[in-house]
């Protein structure tokens, strides 16, 4: 736990990146323009069970971490539509579930690209770079673990901090960066695609 000065003001952004097989979650404080790592993981669901049995899985472990990391904002990555509409199909799936997870909480979506943007240089970033600038930006994940260059390895040996997790938490990072300065309420959501 961090210690804040009396007039800084703690925002836990909870971000979430939605797959029918994986989905990640990265929670972060953003106190004034600093951010802090507060944990991280990806859900795994069974592809052997029925697809109702898995999206209700799915939700019920959402809905857990979101009790635990008690989140002010959320914000998930936006359904990108490639070329295979079936892979579309059961992403957008994940994605109505971890909206079912909001509710009355300030949310946004973020956009592939955009997401990318937010955390490297460039908006065209392969998972390596991401994962080396989330390192940077957040020291205290797994990510920055004993300062090895070998992120992947690092990612594998923690299973908290999968590529899932990773994804997720740049989704948190590039909401802490593009939120509005004035808070939005209730119901109110910005869609960055």
Same mark, same amino acid.
């Given at each position: 736990?961090?210690?804040?000065?009396?007039?800084?003001?703690?925002?836990?952004?909870?971000?979430?990146?939605?797959?029918?097989?994986?989905?990640?979650?990265?929670?972060?404080?953003?106190?004034?323009?600093?951010?802090?790592?507060?944990?991280?993981?990806?859900?795994?669901?069974?592809?052997?069970?029925?697809?109702?049995?898995?999206?209700?899985?799915?939700?019920?472990?959402?809905?857990?971490?979101?009790? #635990? %990391?008690?989140? =002010?904002?959320? *914000?998930?990555?936006?359904?990108?539509?490639?070329?295979?509409? @079936?892979?579309? /199909? &059961?992403?957008?799936?994940?994605?109505?579930?971890?909206?079912?997870?909001?509710?009355?909480?300030?949310?946004?979506?973020?956009?592939?690209?955009?997401?990318?943007?937010?955390?490297?240089?460039?908006?065209?970033?392969?998972?390596?770079?991401?994962?080396?600038?989330?390192?940077?930006?957040?020291?205290?994940?797994?990510?920055?673990?004993?300062?090895?260059?070998?992120?992947?390895?690092?990612?594998?040996?923690?299973?908290?901090?999968? #590529? %899932?997790?990773? =994804?997720?938490? *740049?989704?948190?990072?590039?909401?802490?960066?593009?939120?509005? @300065?004035?808070? /939005? &309420?209730?119901?109110?959501?910005?869609?960055?695609?």
């Amino acid at each position: 736990m961090h210690k804040y000065s009396h007039n800084s003001r703690a925002i836990r952004i909870l971000g979430i990146d939605p797959g029918l097989v994986a989905t990640g979650w990265g929670a972060i404080e953003k106190i004034n323009n600093t951010l802090h790592y507060i944990n991280c993981g990806t859900i795994k669901v069974p592809r052997t069970q029925p697809l109702p049995q898995r999206l209700a899985l799915l939700l019920c472990a959402l809905q857990s971490v979101v009790a #635990e %990391h008690t989140p =002010d904002q959320m *914000a998930i990555e936006a359904v990108f539509l490639g070329k295979n509409i @079936k892979s579309a /199909f &059961a992403l957008g799936q994940a994605h109505a579930i971890a909206m079912l997870t909001i509710e009355q909480r300030p949310y946004a979506e973020y956009a592939p690209r955009m997401i990318k943007r937010a955390v490297s240089p460039s908006g065209a970033a392969d998972k390596k770079q991401l994962q080396r600038m989330l390192a940077h930006i957040l020291p205290e994940s797994p990510l920055a673990k004993n300062n090895s260059h070998n992120t992947e390895q690092r990612l594998a040996d923690d299973n908290t901090a999968d #590529e %899932h997790a990773a =994804d997720a938490l *740049a989704v948190a990072v590039c909401h802490a960066f593009n939120s509005p @300065k004035k808070p /939005f &309420a209730g119901n109110d959501s910005l869609v960055a695609i």
